[in-house]
């Protein structure tokens, strides 16, 4: 066949953002097709503009590539005017490295970033002329497998999956593409898929949907500082979202927020060192041509070193002009002194997320964020020359009230107030503008929250609405999310194989790119859910028993389930769980993490809770 990017040209003027299908940026990484065992194909189920922003995809780029025998290529979903051109001239989907089709490959993995994807993997297999349900592909078809923090539950896929990656992939994917590779040498190209299966099944970390009954332990990276970096990543030749370099300083997060699944599966907290961080960055610089950097993490500030780390960066470069950003902040006056170092290049806004505007509410989720403290940080960084700040808040949050919603407009507008007072005491005009971001609160497996239902529509607008008429200062601008999509999210998040026809039906309605609002199809989605007769609703709000099997019981992240009873229970009493990390031992489990005390990990949490857990309460132990 064709070389397919050949095929695509005489159609580029007709699209937006063309180099989008041309792939050949700045360190591509091509290899001969003939001289590897194995070739993966590396599938984003967004557009290349969001994947390219993705530290992931870098990182196994350069894990895979390494390797003498394997090789990976990129794919993505192509927007609507391309995938419109594709089918009408019989393209297929493609890999950007050498113009092949999909289907040439011996793998494709996706990675599942969010819910609201799921409906690109499959459009995505259309695209490709590959059969959706892993039961309809043959041996000759590739093997279709996924990763990401949502395998957290991945039931919702699993019958389009051959295998999936649980876990950290950096060293697994590499694996777990030897394997099909030496099974196909022993059997001089051919596959016997099922025999293949079993041998997956043998590596730690690999799913494989079809096998029922073993626990799953995830992969885990033991040491950061020796983990796999690409210091010659792909460098776009068109903006993308997050159009920088990129070190990632930590791994995991301890400070145990109890809706975060972030912060529960990529336990336990690691760390890289200041001299592989700054070594890191020198060649980033050197590489790319970037000139902005960001420090990644689930919570960067929180690094041993962060102070030395940051001095160390600015001091190089800063006479460069190339700025450095520090995603996440804490509500501290040490987050001030930091970004004030860091912005002395190019000066941004300041986000913070309390998450809740009241305290009962911070105590219920173990956010650790007092009142007192968000408003002494803004006062500072006000003082220090910011007169920008965004605030994160979610509502629909368990045990939530009418009261603590409106405590999110009353917060907002103690910032307000806190910030301009600084600004007039300081003789400067203007007043201090804030927005006030507010999403939807989605119960999310492997949580403290993972047993409660996400609130009704009806509640989620009211609360939307409620907001809306008391944020009336024009110095505050609320944005809020949309609580269809939030329904969405929460019905795949925690659902199970039943939902696997349901995608596939709202596939066939045309349903995908559900994260872009233009898009989404709500009239379709119903439809899907009416004739396969589920209530929508029904699914997003329904309680799980303590007691009962989930659907991703199977599935071992090293967190205990007794220990997310116990933080559920005292999510219950608003009592505050402080971080491992500087007050002692929560009993998680992960830090003793092996295939053989996951039950002990489970029923030490349930010792933990006592008898605490009988009328719904939870006393301090």
């Not at 063309?18 to 967004?46: A, T």
């Not at 799921?118 to 990763?147: E, H």
């Not at 912005?343 to 911070?362: H, I, L, W």
């Not at 026809?501 to 119903?526: I, M, N, Q, Y």
């Amino acid at each position: 066949m064709k070389d397919c990017i050949e095929r695509v040209k005489p159609y580029l003027q007709q699209v937006v953002k063309p180099q989008r299908y041309l792939g050949g940026e700045l360190n591509e990484i091509k290899k001969d097709w003939d001289s590897v065992q194995c070739r993966f194909l590396f599938g984003f189920p967004d557009v290349y503009d969001v994947g390219m922003s993705h530290l992931g995809l870098q990182i196994l780029y350069e894990a895979v590539n390494r390797r003498p025998g394997l090789l990976m290529e990129r794919t993505f979903s192509p927007w609507l005017d391309m995938e419109a051109i594709m089918i009408s001239q019989g393209i297929p989907l493609y890999a950007l490295e050498s113009g092949r089709p999909a289907g040439d490959f011996d793998c494709i993995g996706f990675t599942l970033q969010h819910e609201m994807s799921y409906t690109n993997v499959l459009q995505m297999l259309k695209l490709a002329g590959i059969p959706y349900w892993a039961k309809d592909r043959s041996d000759r078809d590739p093997l279709i497998i996924a990763g990401g923090p949502c395998v957290a539950n991945v039931e919702p896929l699993a019958p389009f999956l051959d295998a999936v990656v649980v876990g950290e992939g950096e060293e697994l994917l590499p694996e777990l593409l030897e394997v099909i590779g030496r099974h196909k040498a022993e059997r001089r190209g051919a596959v016997d898929k099922p025999r293949l299966l079993e041998e997956l099944a043998a590596l730690e970390g690999i799913y494989i949907p079809t096998l029922k009954g073993p626990v799953i332990k995830k992969a885990r990276l033991k040491d950061l500082d020796e983990a796999i970096f690409s210091l010659t990543p792909l460098v776009p030749y068109i903006e993308v979202v997050h159009d920088r370099m990129m070190v990632e300083v930590l791994r995991g997060c301890t400070r145990g927020c109890r809706f975060c699944q972030a912060g529960m599966i990529y336990r336990p907290v690691r760390e890289r060192s200041k001299e592989t961080l700054l070594a890191q960055a020198r060649a980033l610089r050197d590489n790319t041509g970037h000139n902005e950097i960001a420090l990644t993490s689930l919570s960067s500030s929180d690094h041993t070193c962060i102070k030395e780390i940051v001095e160390g960066l600015t001091a190089e470069f800063n006479k460069e002009m190339i700025s450095i950003s520090l995603p996440s902040l804490r509500a501290n006056h040490f987050s001030v002194s930091l970004a004030e170092e860091i912005q002395k290049v190019r000066r941004t806004g300041f986000t913070f997320a309390p998450e809740a505007g009241s305290q009962r509410m911070r105590d219920v989720i173990n956010k650790g964020v007092t009142e007192e403290a968000l408003l002494a940080t803004v006062t500072k960084a006000v003082s220090a020359g910011w007169q920008q700040i965004k605030l994160y808040f979610m509502i629909g949050l368990p045990g939530e009230t009418m009261e603590d919603v409106e405590a999110i407009a009353g917060l907002c507008e103690k910032v307000v107030y806190a910030g301009t007072k600084v600004m007039k005491e300081q003789g400067r005009k203007g007043s201090l503008r804030v927005t006030c971001a507010v999403s939807n609160f989605v119960p999310k497996a492997q949580t403290p929250f993972q047993w409660v239902g996400q609130a009704s529509q009806e509640e989620l607008k009211a609360r939307q609405r409620r907001l809306k008429e008391l944020i009336k200062d024009r110095r505050i601008t609320y944005n809020y999310h949309d609580a269809f999509t939030s329904m969405l999210e929460a019905i795949f998040a925690r659902g199970g194989r039943e939902l696997a026809p349901v995608l596939a039906a709202a596939v066939e309605k045309g349903c995908h790119f559900d994260s872009w609002t233009e898009e989404l199809r709500r009239d379709s989605w119903r439809q899907a859910f009416e004739e396969l007769g589920m209530d929508m609703e029904a699914l997003a709000t329904r309680n799980f028993d303590l007691n009962s099997p989930l659907p991703w019981d199977h599935l071992n992240y090293g967190v205990s389930k007794g220990f997310l009873m116990y933080e559920y229970n005292r999510a219950q009493g608003e009592m505050i769980s402080g971080d491992c990390r500087y007050q002692g031992c929560n009993g998680c489990g992960v830090c003793s993490f092996t295939v053989g005390d996951a039950e002990e990990n489970s029923a030490r949490g349930r010792r933990k809770i006592g008898e605490n857990i009988l009328y719904g309460e939870a006393v301090d132990q």
